[in-house]
T-cell receptor
């Protein structure tokens, strides 16, 4: 069963505007971690932000924030003030520490920032 | 910060040959490393979990005799694609995390990836 779902294959945003990338997840474990990674065309995976299942507040890292809605099992990434360099693939991922503790990825969303 | 070095970044080989990809944790000890494969325009798919000093655990559908994983030390894991065929052409990425905790909080650090092309 798909554990991480990203329903937006592609998104466009105007430079300097904010954009939300959707992510829903499925787990029965009470303890888990949610992550967002950016993958530019070079292929490297760049860690952006982390949200723990027990965290009370939404995570923020600079222009990145994570809209964590636990009851809805969603962990949307919000990028504020988009820049041209933000154009890349974005992957939502989850780790379940009592289930091998590996990282499972969603299908990804390709974000294109327009000048 | 944690750095994972992966080599080679690109490799082209003939069908039937074997290719070895190395993954090293440069400034930390990685008890566990993960190997992923990514086909063009697709997501990362976990191939196997590599634990130091023990046999790797392979995901369903991944041939363990074809994709040999060795994790002989706390800083080195290798993936050998044996008797490679064109359908094995893909982007292979290794990753590791520092320590072992049960909060799911450990960030995975990824190598830069190895693009394998089998002719």
């Amino acid at each position: 069963a798909q554990k991480i779902t990203q329903t937006q294959p592609g998104m466009f945003v105007q430079e300097k505007e904010a954009v939300t990338l959707d992510c829903t997840y499925d787990t029965s474990d009470p303890s888990y971690g949610l992550f967002w990674y950016k993958q530019p065309s070079s292929g490297e995976m760049i860690f952006l932000i982390y949200q723990g299942s027990y965290d009370q507040q939404n995570a923020t890292e600079g222009r990145y924030s994570l809209n964590f809605q636990k009851a809805r099992k969603s962990a949307n990434l919000v990028i504020s003030a988009s820049q041209l360099g933000d154009s890349a693939m974005y992957f939502c991922a989850m780790r379940e520490p009592y289930n091998n503790n590996d990282m499972r990825f969603g299908a990804g969303t390709r974000l294109t920032v327009k000048p | 910060g944690a750095v994972v070095s992966q080599h080679p970044s690109r490799v082209i080989c003939k069908s039937g040959t074997s290719v070895k990809i190395e993954c090293r944790s440069l400034d930390f000890q990685a008890t566990t490393m993960f190997w992923y494969r990514q086909f063009p325009k697709q997501s990362l798919m976990l191939m196997a979990t590599s634990n130091e000093g023990s046999k790797a655990t392979y995901e369903q559908g991944v041939e363990k005799d074809k994709f040999l994983i060795n994790h002989a030390s706390l800083t080195l894991s290798t993936l050998t694609v044996t008797s490679a065929h064109p359908e094995d052409s893909s982007f292979y990425i290794c990753s590791a995390s520092i320590g072992q905790d049960y909060s799911g909080a450990n960030v995975l650090t990824f190598g830069a990836g190895s693009r394998l092309t089998v002719l």
